[in-house]
């Protein structure tokens, strides 16, 4: 797969438009209430009778908080009330268990992430008492095979809490950065010092933690191309193994906590893709490796591995080295894949509390992907990760003719192929490197519900 990139700002402006990350598909406006948590069992216990069964991963959400971030549009709760976070974990507990009822002993557990809100919210105890319940209730894997992630703000985060994270069993992490400029994390109300960052990578890195990655935005408040190429530099040196680099979408009509940002402190379009341009130079300059959308790796990191070995995959937490896994979600709103379904828990933390306090699983709504759906998601799947999709293998699996098929899509990407995005022959579609910054583009062009949820009113994020 070609690795190189071309930043070109006019055909950048140009493309600058709203769509789907495509960290599923059908992405989540098509889940519906009709599929509920009966449904979701089935397909569970179903998930058990295939051929050789998927090994399993297990995502679990932390909705809490201790402050609020300005930019913040994840599903949360800011409070200093530790209770709340006891109760929600016995309910956890409970919901563990009840799935750990689905799955056969057998499959193991490869992956575990822990996301949020603030996963690192929880006391050390408290997460020990999770993997813990975890480990009773499921198969986690326990060699070096295993992928056990954690989020991390810096600002709750004590050194001492890394090697008893090392202990049981995590060897991944994420330190959510944004910003290093003193100026700019007031104006979000995110203030750490570079040093905490530097610190608590380089204390992973002592006991054992194999990859991290390190989240960063821009088009924040009061951020210009200098004071982000500043932050840039003093990330590189760190040196954490992977980066995402993501778009701030201002939308405070959506999330309220928005509104506390004033947009004259908001970088112009302009200024924007010059932060982007600038962020891909160094990066690359540096030595990282563009997987997709806004994430870079090392060459020498799993993820950059997977993307060259084409067995890259795409879910909910973005970009992952692991394409065979069921996914199951535990705690409020999080999102989980099993077999050909999606499933989402309740949202809000005390519909979930009460779910599950009645002895039901949490799933409010999901989806039944259809063999269209299975189709077309395998399509975007494959341009999203490897940049490539060759139509022998497509229709071997289909039995479909990829051309007679897709003659609409085809034609839909012909402006694509114009501007020198896209090159299109009879064996395959390959994204060239002045289109591998618009993946979403290409991918949108295989979306059947695309123009369904335009007039529905439906919007997302620019795709850069």
């Known amino acids: 797969m070609e690795q190189r990139l071309q930043f070109d700002r006019d055909l950048l402006r140009r493309y600058d438009v709203s769509g789907p990350r495509y960290t599923s598909y059908p992405t989540a406006p098509q889940f519906h209430e009709d599929f509920d948590d009966q449904s979701y069992a089935a397909a569970a216990r179903a998930s058990n009778e295939v051929p050789n069964p998927k090994p399993l991963s297990v995502y679990m959400h932390v909705p809490f908080c201790s402050n609020v971030c300005f930019y913040c549009a994840c ?46 919210y929880l006391r050390d105890e408290d997460i020990a008492r999770l993997v813990q319940n975890l480990r009773e ?77 390190v989240d960063l935005i821009y088009g924040l408040p009061k951020q210009t191309a200098e004071s982000f190429e500043q932050t840039l530099d003093e990330i590189i040196d760190i040196r954490p193994e992977r980066l995402a680099i993501y778009n701030y979408a201002h939308l405070p009509h959506l999330f309220k906590i928005q509104k506390q940002i004033k947009e004259d402190d908001l970088p112009g379009p302009e200024e924007k893709l010059t ?36 067995t890259l995959h795409r879910n909910f937490q973005g970009y992952s080295t692991r394409a065979d896994c069921d996914l199951i979600a535990l705690g409020s709103t999080s999102i989980g894949k099993i077999g050909p379904t999606y499933s989402q828990n309740l949202r809000e933390p005390e519909d979930y509390k009460e779910r599950i306090a009645n002895g039901r699983l949490a799933v409010f709504r999901g989806l039944e992907l259809s063999a269209e759906d299975l189709l077309r998601r395998e399509v975007i799947i494959e341009l999203m990760c490897h940049s490539q999709l060759q139509f022998a293998e497509v229709e071997k699996k289909h039995g479909i003719d990829f051309k007679d098929h897709f003659a609409a899509e085809i034609e839909r990407l012909e402006p694509l192929v114009d501007d020198g995005l896209v090159d299109i022959n009879s064996e395959r579609i390959q994204v060239l490197p002045r289109g591998r910054l618009m993946l979403r583009h290409v991918a949108m062009a295989f979306d059947a519900y695309l123009e369904r949820e335009a007039t529905q009113g439906k919007r997302y994020s620019k795709v850069l």
């Open 75 to 120: 599903n949360k709760i800011v409070t200093a009330n530790y209770r709340h976070a006891e109760e929600y974990l016995e309910h956890v507990f409970r919901e563990i268990a009840m799935q750990s009822e689905l799955f056969d002993d057998n499959r193991r557990v490869e992956q575990l992430h822990l996301g949020g809100g603030t996963p690192n």
């Open 137 to 213: 209730h499921f198969n986690l894997e326990e060699s070096d095979k295993r992928e056990f992630s954690i989020e991390i703000d810096p600002r709750d985060f004590h050194l001492e809490s890394v090697s008893r994270l090392a202990e049981l069993g995590f060897n991944r992490m994420s330190v959510g950065v944004q910003d290093l400029n003193s100026t700019v994390q007031k104006a979000v109300n995110r203030e750490q010092s570079p040093e905490l960052c530097r610190s608590i990578i380089e204390e992973g890195r002592r006991y054992g933690f194999r990859s991290t990655n």
């Open 275 to 310: 932060l982007f341009g600038r962020t891909i130079e160094k990066l690359t300059d540096a030595g990282y490796v563009f997987i997709g959308m806004d994430h870079f790796a090392l060459p020498e990191d799993e993820l950059a591995k997977s993307q060259k070995q084409g």
